[in-house]
């Protein structure tokens, strides 16, 4: 219970600290959310006037505590640019990539965990050279990339999907999950080959222990060998990996957005940076730290059920 | 683990299975009078009150949902609009608009005098705020009369029928901001911050129905993967493609109608710093660099050369000698530099803004050019905000390359920012010259007098070399051919409601 509520508390910290840095890095960046509104009419008198107006000119320690205790009570601001408050604007988008995130991760894990094995299984055949290459290739190459040259081919080639016709979950469900298997792809491919070469290397390595030999001169047949007892201890780096990644995913899944037409997250974090919208902004940040932190957090309870012999 | 793998082959046949249904969707091939989906490269951030509306991209759209008392036509001339006649007493200070029978809003309203009134009070009024309230200092009173909206000026303004354009909004709805109400072809149904507008045919219109019923304005953020949308059928319609855009849509189902941009870009550089202080550097590196080049080398050919700030949908006020002023002539560039004492050349940074494509391969070119009269340019690319805050407003920079363009089809509007006290100069322009002709061109009492003053000015820019002009980009549009009916005006406008099915 101690170890929880420590973890817990250093949690609470770390987003305490990385929403102060945004509010922090705000003041150094030219521009301002005046200017922003302002445009080719702004002019110096115009700009201080709108900051007042905005409340903007106050210190910044001040407006930072204001921010935090309406996060204390649920209120996150209104947005500058949109004039709506900002979990009203932000509600559909986290619904959205929380969706593209968690297929990729699912994507990940289906094909990842198969092909991880049939490799390692394969370890000693004429074949190794070639899946590793092809690993290490998939394994390179960016998300944005893969995005295009997956649109590429199964948008304009192969017709199976229209390239930019994103359907809404609230309007047609199934419709909007067959869209963003793409997107979802996209970001799970190099994830893919990481697992998969963490797999085999971790299969391998627990293959060569005392355990297996005895499994084996049990009677037990390899693959069974495999699947049930390599599996079982492989598994836990390849969790930890994924609990760890899951940050990756979701930056892979605003990158990702951009290539799709996905109205997620993405976006509205980039247009509200150059559109200097701090409410918004700052939400957002919050709240993938808070996603990465607490991930991070539910790896390591797990791990300790997954392993008993493990002392975190 | 037999259970593990008949898991995994039940995840796989439902996968297989959710991929071959997505291809069932398939394309419907869409009814093109029933609805059309423009994309547009950004979402309209600012507030979506017509008076408030800053973004040339918001005002652009809202083009379709409000109107004035006057509205443009797809020539710049003003066409009655709310009001259906007006006429201005001989003296040029009263202005009288008789207002149209039988035009409602969106919400169903009559359109009527007191609606007329509240919208020029939320803009004359002394304490407003908003942008347009300059235009109405002018202004001496307004009231009604009947069915007809006087207005009084102080002083005769040729240029006050453009101020009528501003919308007519509704009396006492509180929520413009959001949920826009005008007289427009189009009303406004729903937005999705960053994914789409929606906009339906207003059937109670007063004047010739839009033709589509359902619009979709659709945020296409990612430059890159607007041929791939356009090509795969999500959107059928977008604006300011660029030239190899363009190519890629060359044979597919789509034409390319061509306009212009009706901007003015240039290399502005800033006339209060070394060594764009000296008059002969400046008008060196206008010898120096060839607009035609650059039209060639980084815009297929498509532009039109500028030798002032004037562009020709402005009509009679371009002058098109003008360019000829500075023909490239490196010979005479070199010699103005060794006169200026600036014989081994000098360097100097040209900031871009970064999300403007054009500019930079317009900077990339001047950058080559510069070289041959040993002159050093080097590009900084700038945030768009940044640029604002840093060039626009701080005019901190050196030189740097964009494009201008009038927030009315006003002269004035179009050369008011070089007079040495405006508050836009960011060029910090000084010309005795031009500050006198200037003034003459407003204080002038006809027409024609304006105008040649207003030449006189362009003249001047040019001569005294306040910038280095370059063209009027060329715009592209693309539009599935299953439509027709676009129109380019001179002003920046999307008119949704001429687009129509083609046969």
Redesign the interface.
């Known amino acids: 219970m101690k170890y929880v509520l420590k973890k817990i508390g250093t949690l609470i910290l770390t987003l305490l600290a990385v929403s102060a840095l945004v509010f922090f890095a705000f003041s150094f960046?030219?521009?301002?959310p005046a200017?922003?509104?302002?445009?080719?009419?702004?002019?110096?008198e115009k700009?201080a006037?709108l900051n007042h107006q905005m409340g903007l000119d106050r210190p910044v320690l001040v407006r930072f505590g204001e921010w935090v205790a309406g996060i204390v009570h649920g209120d996150f601001g209104i947005s500058y640019?949109?004039?709506?408050p900002v979990t009203q604007?932000l509600s559909?988008?986290i619904a959205v990539t929380m969706l593209l995130s968690v297929m990729a991760i699912l994507i990940t894990v289906?094909l990842s965990f198969?092909l991880g094995i049939y490799v390692a299984r394969k370890s000693d055949s004429k074949l190794d050279v070639f899946f590793t290459t092809v690993n290490q290739m998939i394994m390179s190459i960016p998300s944005f990339f893969s995005g295009?040259l997956i649109?590429?081919i199964f948008?304009?080639i192969l017709?199976?999907?229209?390239?930019?016709?994103y359907v809404?979950y609230k309007r047609d469900f199934f419709?909007c999950?067959?869209?963003l298997?793409f997107p979802a792809l996209s970001i799970a491919l190099p994830k893919i080959s990481m697992v998969v070469k963490l797999l085999k290397d971790t299969a391998l390595k627990e293959a060569d222990k005392d355990y297996v030999r005895t499994a084996y001169s049990r009677g037990n047949r390899t693959k069974?060998v495999f699947?049930?007892h390599v599996?079982k201890n492989a598994i836990i780096p390849v969790i930890t990996f994924l609990g760890m990644t899951f940050a990756d995913i979701i930056a892979g899944s605003i990158i990702v957005e951009?290539?799709?037409?996905v109205?997620g997250l993405g976006?509205?974090l980039?247009?509200s940076i150059?559109?200097?919208?701090y409410p918004v902004v700052e939400a957002i940040i919050l709240l993938l730290a808070t996603a990465v932190v607490v991930s991070n957090l539910i790896v390591d309870l797990l791990y300790k059920k997954f392993d008993p012999r493990i002392h975190v | 683990m037999k259970a593990f793998k008949k898991l995994w082959r039940l995840i796989i046949l439902s996968a297989t299975l959710t991929v071959a249904l997505c291809a069932c969707g398939g394309d419907k091939a869409g009814d093109a009078s029933k609805h059309i989906t423009i994309g547009i490269p950004q979402d309209l951030s600012d507030s979506l009150d017509p008076h408030e509306a800053l973004a040339a991209g918001t005002r652009e759209i809202l083009f379709n949902i409000y109107e004035g008392l006057v509205k443009p036509d797809s020539n710049g001339d003003l066409k009655p609009a709310v009001a259906d006649e007006y006429s201005v007493s001989e003296d040029g200070l009263t202005y009288t608009f008789h207002l149209r029978k039988g035009v409602k809003f969106h919400n169903g309203k009559d359109v009527t005098a007191d609606d007329v009134l509240y919208s020029i009070k939320r803009n004359a009024d002394p304490d407003s705020t908003l942008a347009n309230a300059s235009a109405f200092s002018n202004v001496k009173e307004y009231k009604a009369d009947g069915e007809n909206i006087v207005i009084t000026l102080n002083k005769k303004d040729g240029d006050f029928l453009q101020t009528m354009t501003i919308a007519i909004v509704p009396e006492g709805v509180d929520n413009l901001s959001t949920q826009p109400c005008g007289t427009g072809p189009y009303k406004f149904v729903s937005r999705s911050p960053q994914e789409n507008i929606i906009l339906k045919r207003f059937a109670d219109y007063w004047g010739e129905k839009a033709y589509i019923e359902d619009v979709t304005l659709k945020i296409c953020a990612n430059a890159d993967s607007i041929t791939m949308d356009l090509l795969g059928g999500s959107v059928d319609f977008f604006a300011r493609i660029t030239a190899s855009q363009a190519l890629q849509l060359k044979d597919s189902n789509f034409n390319i109608e061509e306009g212009t941009m009706n901007l003015v870009q240039a290399m502005y550089l800033n006339n209060a710093v070394e060594p764009f202080n000296n008059e002969k550097v400046r008008q060196a590196l206008c010898y120096a660099v060839d607009p035609k080049e650059i039209i060639d080398f980084a815009f297929d050919g498509k532009g039109t050369e500028l030798g002032s700030s004037m562009f020709p949908a402005f009509g009679k006020y371009f002058v098109k000698e003008i360019n000829d002023v500075y023909n490239p002539d490196i010979e005479k560039a070199k010699e103005l530099l060794k006169e200026a004492g600036y014989e081994n050349g000098f360097s100097f940074a040209i900031k871009v803004p970064s999300n403007y494509q054009p500019h930079i391969d317009t900077a990339q070119v001047i950058v080559e050019q510069l070289k041959k009269i040993g002159v050093n340019a080097e590009i900084k690319l700038v945030e768009w905000d940044s640029w604002l805050s840093d060039v626009y407003v701080g005019r901190d920079f050196e030189a740097t390359v964009v494009g201008v363009d009038a927030s009315t089809m006003t002269a004035k509007a179009m050369l008011e920012r070089f007079t040495s006290d405006s508050s836009k100069n960011f060029v910090n322009f000084k010309s005795d010259a031009y500050d006198a002709a200037f003034n003459n061109a407003i204080n002038a009492t006809d027409d024609a007098t304006a105008t040649e003053y207003y030449k006189e000015c362009e003249w001047i820019l040019a001569r005294e070399a306040a910038n280095v002009y370059i063209q009027d980009l060329a715009e592209m549009v693309a539009i599935n051919n299953k439509y027709t009916g676009y129109e380019f005006y001179p002003i920046y406008v999307l008119d949704i409601a001429k687009i129509k099915p083609a046969k």
């Open positions: 960046i030219p521009a301002s200017l922003s509104k302002l445009g080719t009419e702004a002019t110096a700009i006037e640019s949109y004039n709506t604007l559909e988008k289906i198969p295009i649109t590429l948008g304009l017709h199976v999907f229209t390239p930019g016709a809404s419709k999950v067959a869209y298997v069974a699947y049930k599996l951009q290539v799709f037409g109205p976006r509205i980039l247009t150059s559109g200097r919208d």
